[in-house]
T-cell receptor, first 114, second 111 residues
Framework: DTEVTQTPKHLVMGMTNKKSLKCEQH?????MYWYKQKAKKPPELMFV???????INESVPSRFSPECPNSSLLNLHLHALQPEDSALYLC?????????????FGQGTRLTVV | GESVGLHLPTLSVQEGDNSIINCAYS??????FIWYKQESGKGPQFIID?????DKRQGQRVTVLLNKTVKHLSLQIAATQPGDSAVYFC??????????FGTGTRLLVSP
């Protein structure tokens, strides 16, 4: 199983809503990532979890809150988002995040903030 | 041909041609590089990787070339097919656990 599964595939939320994006992998990977991708742009790293601990936060606003409940799951909690936060949110995982380990990506959640 | 500007750089080729997609990376300390293919509405899909101690690596119909002197990476696709149409990103392992993507190139393959 080389899949990273993200739910939901699409999400529309208001600026006062609270929602969560979910990501799951069963490859035994110990590094998991959240990326944000705007149209016609490359994915931009947001967060990295390594062995269930947050290891990288790329100065992401606090309205995005990641959580790693266990080694297979990664959540991204969303609260008080702005319309400019609308984007494709991608989850990825890799063996341990060290150099030389490829990252596998999910299909993404298309988020629209209204 | 290639075009750059406000939109993604685009490479248009005919089916059966060989395609070459180029990428300049920024960090001379990067020691691992990956090419990803992203189709519309999907996540990036791994194509091929290369470590900095190599200058060439071949896969099925694809070859990656690495020139560390000028910090340049290229992806060659042999006998390009319509199914190869997608956006291609190079990514560099800029530091531990940090995979940074290049700007991307759209490949359009005409039958």
């Amino acid at each position: 199983d080389t899949e990273v599964t993200q739910t939901p595939k699409h999400l529309v939320m208001g600026m006062t809503n609270k929602k969560s994006l979910k990501c799951e992998q069963h490859m035994g990977h110990r590094a998991m990532y959240w990326y944000k991708q705007k149209a016609k742009k490359p994915p931009e790293l947001m967060f990295v979890y390594s062995y269930e601990k947050l290891s990288i936060n790329e100065s992401v606003p606090s309205r995005f809150s990641p959580e790693c409940p266990n080694s297979s799951l990664l959540n991204l909690h969303l609260h008080a988002l702005q319309p400019e936060d609308s984007a494709l949110y991608l989850c990825a995982s890799s063996q341990d995040g060290g150099s030389g380990t490829e990252a596998f990506f999910g299909q993404g959640t298309r988020l629209t903030v209204v | 041909g290639e075009s750059v500007g406000l939109h993604l750089p685009t490479l248009s080729v005919q089916e059966g041609d060989n395609s070459i997609i180029n990428c300049a990376y920024s960090n001379s300390a990067s020691d691992y590089f990956i090419w990803y293919k992203q189709e519309s509405g999907k996540g990036p899909q791994f194509i091929i990787d290369i470590r900095s101690n190599m200058d060439k690596r071949q896969g099925q119909r694809v070859t990656v070339l690495l020139n560390k002197t000028v910090k340049h990476l290229s992806l060659q696709i042999a006998a390009t097919q319509p199914g190869d149409s997608a956006v291609y990103f190079c990514a560099e392992n800029a530091s531990f656990q940090k995979l940074v993507f290049g700007t991307g190139t759209r490949l359009l393959v005409s039958p």
